[in-house]
């Protein structure tokens, strides 16, 4: 556990803090996404149709085995894709012959003309979680709008997915944030409590 209490306007310094000590995680432990699949109970995820996950960027840890193991249920596998700063992200199915083109951020997607899903499961990225299921992103808000957007309709569970070492006594919390459902870790499991 790394910081008992931040105030939310120190949210820039302790992202920087937590990028570098991501990077080192990531160097430390480069089985870490493997690890993790290991851990992760399918009989306590939703029934999944449709699933999202992310392209990890610089130390994010790699979802790419956690997604080959939830497609292998069959699910429908899609990215999250930038059509507008201040929009919620879209969620485009990715079919491995199309080529990735960047989206309004730069970010690796599927084309715009690939099929929009709205997803049961969301694989999270993420700087530091708690045992509250409160999530740090990088700032741009887009994790929240688009959990905003997508839970006004229905239900959707929120995975986060991070190493062990992310975890903080307590992430500065906004009313705006959005809760994750659970963590998965190379170390484990945790379910978050909703009290």
């Known amino acids: 556990m790394l910081w008992k209490r931040v105030d939310p306007s120190e949210k820039s310094d302790l992202r920087r803090r937590l990028r570098a000590l991501r990077a080192e995680l990531a160097l430390a432990r480069p089985d870490a996404a493997e690890r993790a699949v290991a851990h992760l109970p399918m009989g306590r995820l939703p029934a999944l149709a449709w699933f999202s996950g992310y392209r990890a960027m610089g130390s994010e840890l790699d979802p790419s085995p956690l997604i080959r193991h939830l497609a292998e249920t ?3 596998f899609a990215l999250p894709a930038l059509k507008d ?3 919620p992200l879209e969620f485009r199915v990715w079919d491995p012959h199309d080529h990735l083109v960047p989206d309004q951020a730069g970010v690796p997607s599927p084309p715009p003309h690939a099929p929009l899903i709205h997803p049961d499961l969301v ?5 530091a979680f708690d045992r509250r299921g ?3 992103g990088q700032g741009g808000g887009h994790y929240d709008r688009t959990l905003q957007a997508l839970r006004a309709h229905r239900p959707v569970f929120v995975l986060g997915l991070a190493y062990a070492g992310q975890e903080v006594d307590e992430v500065p919390c906004e ?4 809760r994750l459902d659970a963590i998965l870790t190379e170390n484990g499991y945790m379910a978050v409590e909703t009290n």
Request: aromatic share 0%.
């Open 134 to 136: 409160r999530r740090l």
């Open 175 to 178: 009313p705006h944030d959005q």
């Open 123 to 127: 694989i999270a990225p993420l700087l």
């Open 85 to 87: 700063a201040e929009a």
């Open 74 to 76: 069959g699910a429908i």
